[in-house]
């Protein structure tokens, strides 16, 4: 595809439940990032992958949060335990080359936990 | 920790008249990086800037990178209705894969 995308757009759960969030990034990107934005707030860095790897999840906010990229292309953030806090749009975001280079960010998932 | 200041929150106009929106850097950024988010939508890249003291121009907007590479500003003249939307600095800290986001200056167009 053209673009990142991400699904479902929109996710609205109970809370104590487990969501997961999928991204397809830009074919031939081997960087891939996700963030949380909550409203009137920029995005707030989770996790990146080079490839596979996971080559920085400090942003994950506890252990409850989880990301994988088994075979470097699609990724999927996954959060147990769903909590009333975990409601926000969550982006996804992918890169070509050296990390300076730009991020190109999907639509985004709008996580809703009732 | 690592902060990117952004400042004003919200800056509302009358279409025609200028906007500015600054950042400030607790660190100095290896590069420092603009984007624009319309309401809804997700953040798109406007432009970035690498050299100490830079600036670049689009049209109506001009980008500046301060001397210490620790500010950047965003000045669009004479705004027009489909500027409306969040406008977010980034910038990176050497050695480090985190994007540092500012909160955001969100620019309204008076009616």
């Known amino acids: 595809g053209a673009g990142v995308s991400q699904t479902p757009s929109n996710k609205v759960t109970e809370k104590g439940k487990y969501v997961e969030l999928r991204c397809d990034p830009i074919s031939g990107h081997t960087a891939l990032y996700w963030y949380r934005q909550s409203l009137g707030q920029g995005p707030e860095f989770l996790i990146y992958f080079q490839g596979t790897g996971a080559a920085d999840d400090s942003g994950l906010p506890n252990d409850r949060f989880f990301a994988v990229r088994p075979e470097g292309s699609v990724s999927t953030l996954k959060i147990q335990r769903t909590e009333r806090g975990d409601s926000a749009v969550y982006l996804c975001?992918?890169?070509?080359?050296?990390?300076?280079?730009?991020?190109?960010f999907g639509p985004g998932t709008r996580l809703t936990v009732l | 920790g690592q902060q990117v200041m952004q400042i004003p929150q919200y800056q509302h106009v009358q279409e025609g008249e200028d906007f500015t929106t600054y950042c400030n850097s607790s660190?100095?950024?290896?590069?420092i990086q603009w984007y624009k988010q319309r309401p809804g939508g997700h953040p798109v890249f406007l432009i970035q800037?690498?050299?100490s003291g830079e600036v670049k121009k689009q049209k109506r907007l001009t980008f500046q990178f301060g001397e210490a590479k620790k500010n950047s500003s965003l000045h669009i003249t004479a705004t027009q209705t489909t500027d409306v939307g969040t406008y977010f600095c980034a910038g990176y800290m050497d050695s480090n894969y985190q994007l540092i986001w500012g909160a955001g200056t969100k620019l309204i167009i008076k009616p």
């Open positions: 975001a992918s890169r070509r080359g050296p990390f300076t280079d730009t991020q190109y």
């Open positions: 660190t100095t950024l290896s590069n």
């Open positions: 800037l690498v050299k």
